[in-house]
């Protein structure tokens, strides 16, 4: 039984810190209120938390230890806490697909096995994060085809590109992605590439979580509806939506 549900922002402790605690604080206040509990009383709770990044030692403990100590804390990554949830704790397999990407499978053992999660600079292929990044090309070393220019329009122009990319963060580079989507339906060569480098980015990771004919593989997050289908046309498992 749920006694209250809340909403808020990113929660990613390992590209943002301060951010990520704040939502938390903020999350926790928004429902013990909804719940009409003391948001001060942490004695008596469990927590139990899944959050990007939280598959490294060092960043889940300095989050753990900047909120409140609550009873007890169960603490994963968000893609196994999705993992579990798809499933419901029975076995299957789960691709995560957002700003991020990662891949889980759940045997009957109780043993999980993640892929890929290796965050925007080294991994994530196919994400939103990826797809961002991978459009960021304005210096004529394609012919122009209008994606460029969404780009720069998006940004207010290359000059403000410029000012904003030292500042770069995964969910803003995601943002950009529904132009490559948008583009790629347009008939735009290059965002038709690098939509299909992602489905083919996907199609591995699924590959190498081994699904069998027989289980159930989930796929979750803000890319799932777009992508999901087309991974399922190349490989035929039995896809769901969690």
């Not at 509990?37 to 060092?58: N, R």
């Not at 993992?83 to 045997?107: D, E």
């Not at 304005?138 to 904003?164: F, K, N, Y």
Request: hydrophobic residues 45%; proline residues 5%; glycine residues 14%.
């Amino acid at each position: 039984m749920s006694l209250a549900e809340s909403e808020g922002g990113t929660c990613n402790p390992g590209t943002g810190f301060d951010r990520a605690v704040a939502t938390f604080n903020a999350l926790w206040r928004q429902g013990t209120a909804a719940a009409g509990l003391d948001h001060e009383k942490f004695d008596s709770v469990l927590l139990s938390i899944g959050a990007a990044g939280f598959y490294v030692p060092a960043v889940r403990s300095r989050f753990l230890a900047a909120i409140p100590r609550f009873a007890e804390t169960v603490a994963s990554s968000d893609g196994y806490a999705a993992l579990i949830g798809a499933g419901g704790g029975k076995p299957c397999g789960l691709i995560n697909v957002g700003t991020g990407v990662a891949g889980h499978r759940l045997w009957p053992s109780g043993v999980s096995a993640q892929r890929d999660s290796w965050g925007w600079i080294g991994g994530d292929r196919g994400s939103g994060a990826w797809l961002g990044r991978n459009l960021l090309v304005i210096d004529g070393i394609r012919p122009p085809d209008g994606l460029s220019e969404r780009v720069l329009a998006s940004a207010s122009g290359s000059m403000q590109l410029t000012e904003t990319l030292p500042e770069m963060t995964p969910d803003r580079l995601a943002a950009l992605a529904p132009l490559v989507l948008a583009a790629a339906d347009e008939g735009v060569p290059h965002a038709i590439e690098i939509r299909r480098r992602a489905i083919e980015h996907l199609t591995d990771l699924v590959r190498v979580l081994d699904i069998g004919d027989g289980d159930t593989l989930y796929a979750v997050g803000g890319l799932a509806d777009v992508f999901a289908p087309c991974v399922a046309k190349r490989l035929g498992p039995c896809l769901c939506s969690a």
